[in-house]
């Protein structure tokens, strides 16, 4: 992965979904893999060298992550781009040197687009050392001089040199991967991870957690008005991602879940987040070119293609789309249509593997493929 490093003003704007109060930063940010990790500058108090805890101020797993210019009404300022990540934090990102901010903005950019399955980033899977941040905070809260020698806006190159060494020490102490999962903090995924592989850890053809949560929808969900395209607590979506990743038992009928959208949710995640879409790249442009035959020929086409896929793909496709009939079957009371849930799972199912063109065109097909398999599902699938 590429490396990189330098003094950035960073201010966090929401937290896990949760919007926070801007408090801009001078900070050492630091590129390692797919990790960014942003430190206090040498000059703050409660610098995190030298504490037996070492621990960088704040870290963000670039997987999955988009970064994009921020417009004005994020900030006045100049120069400032905005990192949203899969896990719900955006971050604004600011220097008052162009090409300093657009070194980042291009390396960050390509860094997310090269993220792979196996760089994985283990920073939310490891227990934080308990109490040492909120510690630190209070301390700057009380001291108003120690919050602003946190604002140090330039570092001297000896510091400079022995903040770099400070930080390669810190990385290379990290755990790998293999460590940490042996020590049992990470199983092997279930979101993210490549269905094939994970259907045949699980000796099946459907995750056992895209059933699940089918399952409880039916029992709960199928006639809750908008279901599916409403929206869940993200915060919450991503506790039960880290509970369906971590822990063995998932119980959905505990009232942690109890809001149904948030079930819905993290099935959508589940869908978004896997490595490949159910549909397979390879196969994106063939179903686009069957939606745009003659009506009487699409359904053949279709049909023939769903064939092609590897079996899992082929059977978890069934189980979901028998799902979401049943879903439009009771539209009277859930207000969904054809069209609102083609419009909710096209682009997470279908997708190509480089965006070029016109998206918004892909998007029409997208739509248009999930529209059809729903209205022709038992010549599709039998019935």
């Known amino acids: 992965g590429q490396e ?46 030298g504490s037996n805890q070492s621990k960088p101020e704040f870290t963000v797993d670039l ?14 300022k100049k120069n400032v781009f905005e990192l949203k990540t899969r896990q719900g934090t955006e971050l604004l990102i600011q220097s008052d040197n162009d090409t300093v901010i657009n070194d980042w903005f291009k390396v960050l950019s390509s860094t997310i687009s090269n993220q792979t399955e196996t760089d994985e980033a283990i920073e939310e899977e490891i227990p934080d050392s308990p109490g040492i941040e909120k510690h630190d905070k209070e301390k700057d809260h009380k001291d108003p001089k120690k919050l602003r020698s946190t604002k140090v806006s330039s ?6 040199k022995k903040t770099k060494k400070n930080l390669k020490k810190f990385l290379t102490r990290r755990p790998t991967l293999q460590a940490v999962r ?49 929206s869940g607590n993200l ?3 991503q506790k039960l991602r880290f509970a369906v990743n971590h822990d063995e038992k998932l119980d959905l009928n505990d009232s942690k879940w109890e809001d149904i959208h948030v079930i819905t949710g993290a099935l959508k995640m589940f869908f978004r987040e896997l490595p490949e879409p159910l549909f397979t790249f390879n196969h994106f442009n063939d179903f686009v070119n069957a939606i745009k035959q003659e009506p009487r020929q699409r359904v053949t ?13 082929q059977d978890t496709m069934q189980i979901l789309f028998r799902h979401l009939k049943r879903v439009i079957e009771n539209g009277e009371k859930n207000r969904m249509t054809y069209q609102s849930i083609a419009i909710v799972f096209g682009p997470t199912l279908l997708k190509p593997e480089k965006e070029t063109g016109n998206i918004a065109v892909h998007t029409v097909y997208q739509n248009q493929i999930v529209e059809l398999i729903l209205l022709e599902i038992n010549s599709i699938f039998g019935r």
């Open 63 to 76: 997987k999955g992550a988009t970064v994009e210019m921020a417009s004005k009404d994020k900030s006045s």
């Open 155 to 160: 570092i001297d190159s000896s510091e400079q």
């Open 301 to 313: 086409a279709v049909k023939d293609l769903i064939r092609q896929l590897p079996k899992p793909n």
């Open 235 to 237: 915060a919450v979506i």
């Open 4 to 49: 990189k490093y330098g003094l950035l003003n960073v201010t966090k704007i929401t937290e896990n979904g949760k919007k926070v109060r801007k408090n801009w930063l001078s900070s050492w940010a630091v590129l390692q893999g797919s990790s960014l990790l942003f430190t206090k500058t040498q000059g703050s108090s409660t610098s995190w060298f």
């Open 182 to 230: 042996e020590k049992g903090y990470i199983k092997d995924q279930v979101f993210g991870a490549n269905l094939a592989n994970l259907c045949q850890r699980e000796n099946g053809t459907v995750p056992k957690f895209v059933k699940l949560c089918i399952e409880h929808v039916e029992a709960y969900g199928l006639d809750i008005d908008g279901i599916y395209r409403v």
